[in-house]
């Protein structure tokens, strides 16, 4: 049985091909793109039922970038979690499109884990996920909108800065949501506040 569908975009084809393989091997089933065009055309000409997707793609792409696929998607009204691969220079983008509303951004270069916790992170935390306890959804349900969106950000990985350059907050004020926000779901640890966040728990 397969974890999801990761719909995988980028035009470097041995990236692509060895990072196919990566997702193949830890239980994904993957189909890979070398463009968002192509990707686009192949996802409308299919019908998708309930089983949990992902998209992993490059954020700088020749003729359509990952910025301008989110924003296609978003145009279509189609609700993809998606984690961004960039180079190092790419970072400020990358924030852009978690913004915009991304799961995750890795750098490459990332290590294997870090892309598979990443997806099966934006997978757990898809909307209308089903799965989810009664009492999880009602201990999420104390968190204000603000610690709900840095709980995301915190779940995929990103330090304190990042989520403060994400949300246009300070430091001191994301600490503050992050202490609330534990206070409110009784953990005291982040592998206890993860395990919360992806319905482990």
């Not at 978003?74 to 915009?100: C, N, Q, S, W, Y």
């Not at 750098?107 to 999880?136: H, M, S, T």
Request: one cysteine or more.
């Amino acid at each position: 049985m397969t974890e999801a569908r990761v719909f995988l975009v980028d035009d470097n084809d041995a990236f692509r091909d060895s990072t196919a393989w990566l997702l193949e091997t830890a239980g994904f089933a993957v189909q890979a793109y070398a463009s968002g065009g192509a990707f686009l055309d192949a996802y409308l000409a299919e019908r998708h039922g309930g089983e949990p997707l992902c998209l992993v793609s490059d954020i700088r792409m020749p003729q359509m970038s990952g910025l301008q696929l989110q924003e296609e998607l978003k145009r279509r009204g189609i609700a993809l979690p998606i984690v961004f691969v960039t180079a190092h220079g790419d970072v400020p983008l990358a924030v852009e499109a978690m913004r915009k509303g991304a799961s995750n951004f890795l750098e490459k270069p990332f290590g294997d884990e870090a892309l598979v916790q990443a997806i099966r992170a934006a997978v757990a935390a898809r909307p209308g996920r089903d799965g989810r306890g009664a009492g999880q959804s009602e201990r999420l349900g104390k968190l204000s909108p603000r610690e709900r969106q840095v709980l995301d950000l915190v779940v995929a990985s990103k330090p304190n800065k990042v989520i403060a350059d994400i949300l246009g907050i300070s430091i001191k004020t994301v600490e503050l949501h992050r202490a609330n926000m534990m206070g409110k779901l009784g953990v005291r640890s982040l592998p206890e506040l993860m395990k919360v966040a992806l319905g482990h728990d």
